[in-house]
Each structure stands twice: as structure tokens, then as C-alpha cells.
């Protein structure tokens, strides 16, 4: 490889997504300071570690973020300081929902204390405490069904879904246990379906 090509194959290549600026909304304000990134907005208060090659600058209510990383490193943290940045942009400004369905006779689920109550065809209640910057509630026409949660971080969110999910993962013969809304559950025919 000569010179030349050496050094254009250690340029930086930057992402086409993480090119692209992040607009803020109405009401949202970034700060950067010393490797973090703090967003603040309506529904709430961000921060995010930036990685140590990216640097973020903002002007004219748009934020660009570019990376110092050689090759495609560049376009790999330049992508992902971007995504995390503006996706706490969009959970300031309007916040993330997620629904979970509770399928099976007898399962319910009421939130008391900050905390979900589920009865989910167990030997005990399950409890499970809320983080904060969290909030569940159970439409009333749902009879306890139906858990519909809030958060401005997404991660967060992802994370609370999953684990109360996992307490009664849907099972593939009676579809039974706390699936996403919309969620595809493959279906089994069982020993009945085999003759």
C-alpha cells in the first residue's frame, strides 16, 4: 500500500446517518460538558456519555456530531453518539409508550406505591417496584390487562418491559403470558394437533 493510499485509508469515514443534524424541538435545550451530553425538556432530563473520539456541537437549534476516529471507526461512534443523543432529544421533548398485554385466565395487574402488582398464574403476587422516571397505568375498560408504561429515557423503558415480560413469557401452545401489544407469539399445535 503506498503512502498515499495509506493515508487515505486512515481518513476518517464518517456515518450517513450520523451526518445528518439533530433539530431540537420546542422547548428541549442541549449541553455539552466534559465528555457528556445533557438534554432537557418537557418530559424530563437526559444525560449521555459521549464515546472519547466523537465531539458535538450545536448552532441554530441543530446538533452535529462528528468523530476523530480513524477508518470506520469514525462512522461507527459518529452513528452511535448520534442515536443515543437523539433518541434522549425525542424522549425529552415527547417521552416514549410502550403497552404490555397480559393473555390468560385469571392474570391481572394494578399499580400501588409506585410499584406493579401482577397475578400472573403464580404460586405468589408478583411485585415489582417501578424505577424512577417511570410511570404505569391500567386503562379501566382493560380489567387489569392491559399495562401501559412511560418514560422519557428509552433504555429504561426497554428495560422494565423486558423484565416484567419475563416473569410470564408467552408460551407457545395457549399464547398464556405478558406479550408486547402487537407482538408476534408463535404458535404450537401441540400433542392434540399430531394425529
Known amino acids: 500500500m503506498t503512502t498515499a493510499a ?113 397475578a400472573l398464574g403464580l404460586s405468589h403476587p408478583v411485585v415489582f417496584p417501578l424505577p424512577a422516571g417511570v410511570t404505569a397505568t391500567i386503562p379501566a375498560d382493560s380489567k387489569g390487562t392491559i399495562i401501559i408504561l412511560n418514560s422519557a429515557s428509552k433504555a429504561t423503558l426497554g428495560q422494565v418491559c423486558a423484565t416484567v415480560r419475563s416473569f410470564r413469557p408467552p408460551e407457545p401452545y395457549a399464547g398464556k403470558g405478558v406479550r408486547y401489544r402487537g407482538e408476534n407469539v408463535r404458535r404450537k399445535a401441540g400433542k392434540a394437533g399430531k394425529k
Open 6 to 118: 495509506h493515508a487515505a485509508h486512515e481518513k476518517p469515514i464518517l456515518s450517513r446517518v450520523g451526518k445528518r443534524p439533530i433539530v431540537l424541538p420546542k422547548g428541549v435545550t442541549v449541553a455539552v460538558a466534559s465528555g457528556k451530553v445533557d438534554v432537557k425538556g418537557p418530559k424530563g432530563q437526559l444525560s449521555t456519555v459521549l464515546p472519547p473520539t466523537v465531539t458535538v456541537a450545536q448552532a441554530d437549534g441543530k446538533v452535529s456530531i462528528t468523530s476523530s476516529a480513524h477508518g470506520r471507526d469514525a462512522a461507527r461512534w459518529q452513528g452511535l453518539a448520534r442515536a443515543l443523543i437523539a433518541s434522549n432529544v425525542k424522549g425529552a421533548s415527547e417521552g416514549y409508550e410502550r403497552i404490555l398485554e397480559l393473555v390468560g385466565t385469571g392474570y391481572r395487574c394494578e399499580v400501588k406505591a409506585g410499584a406493579l402488582h401482577l
